[in-house]
């Protein structure tokens, strides 16, 4: 009976993020309809083309929110190798110079970034994704590397193997952060959908302020933030650095307060606003007439 509850525990850990993984399928569609709105017409133009509706905003909109989450809905069911694409484990204790070790094989998130963003300049398929795939996962993979948790492991893989008591229901850290963060950001909002919560959301976080880095730079920027807000805030140990590894914490579940929530929130919601705003950037870079 111990060995039986102890297996449940730990399949329910591990398929938890499974269900809308990095924000949830509303936090990835948040980020598609904050893109949309700063697209320059000739990237809107492309993005109809691609994806197969009328060059009109509100149409580029919704079909970029149904591209964001095809990568997780679809690609993961049916080319299991895509999962690797979604994280860059960076370890607490690595600095910038170990991030390139972090990604071997050019799987992970940073670098399937970039490479999809090098086949849509070049108008170029590759053997397996069309360019409809190739900007889908564009689109998710600029919301996944804004998600803290993408781009940190503490031999937890990426907090997945980390359970969490919280007032906000979550079972582990990295779907604390995702979608559990994001309902609450919802919640509070008062909005009903990701079009409207984007909406909010570019009212509360101008693009002003929100200059584009490059793929290893904002990963970078993810696992800083999931440092200092994640781990550190909740005092959680650093484990060796064992990049695949899936360690709990030997004192169990972590407890998460309601303030904790309510102080990451807006780390959240900013991360959200500046992912939609980076991924217009990059559109609008990969088809600047």
Not at 165 to 179: D, N, V
């Amino acid at each position: 009976m111990v060995l039986l509850s102890i297996l449940s525990i730990l399949v329910s850990l591990v398929s938890v993020p499974v269900r809308g993984w990095a924000w949830g399928y509303d936090g990835h569609q948040i980020v598609a309809y904050i893109a949309a709105d700063h697209l320059t017409p000739a990237a809107r133009r492309h993005v109809a083309q691609i994806l197969g509706v009328a060059d009109d905003p509100s149409a580029v909109a919704a079909a970029m929110a149904r591209a964001a989450v095809r990568p997780d809905l679809e690609f993961r069911t049916s080319a299991p190798e895509t999962v690797a694409w979604h994280y860059i484990y960076i370890c607490r204790q690595d600095t910038a110079a170990d991030e390139q070790a972090r990604c071997p094989g050019g799987d992970c998130v940073t670098a399937r970034l970039d490479r999809f963003v090098d086949e849509l300049k070049a108008g170029k398929d590759d053997p397996k994704w069309n360019s409809a795939a190739q900007l889908a996962f564009v689109i998710n993979l600029m919301g996944e590397i804004h998600q803290p948790m993408h781009a940190i492991t503490n031999a937890d893989r990426t907090g997945m193997c980390i359970g969490v008591l919280s007032p906000q229901p979550a079972k582990t850290l990295h779907s604390l952060w995702g979608e559990a963060m994001v309902e609450r950001l919802e919640h509070e909002s008062h909005t009903r959908g990701p079009a409207a919560t984007a909406k909010a959301l570019e009212k509360r976080y101008p693009d002003s302020h929100m200059a584009m880095l490059p793929p290893d730079r904002i990963a970078w920027e993810s696992h800083q933030l999931a440092e200092s807000d994640a781990y550190r805030e909740l005092g959680i140990p650093m484990q060796p650095c064992r990049p695949t590894a899936c360690t709990a914490p030997l004192g169990g579940a972590v407890h998460v307060s309601q303030e904790y929530i309510d102080r990451n929130t807006p780390v959240v919601s900013r991360q959200l606003a500046v992912g939609g705003y980076r991924l217009a950037a990059m559109l609008n870079g990969i088809w600047n007439r």
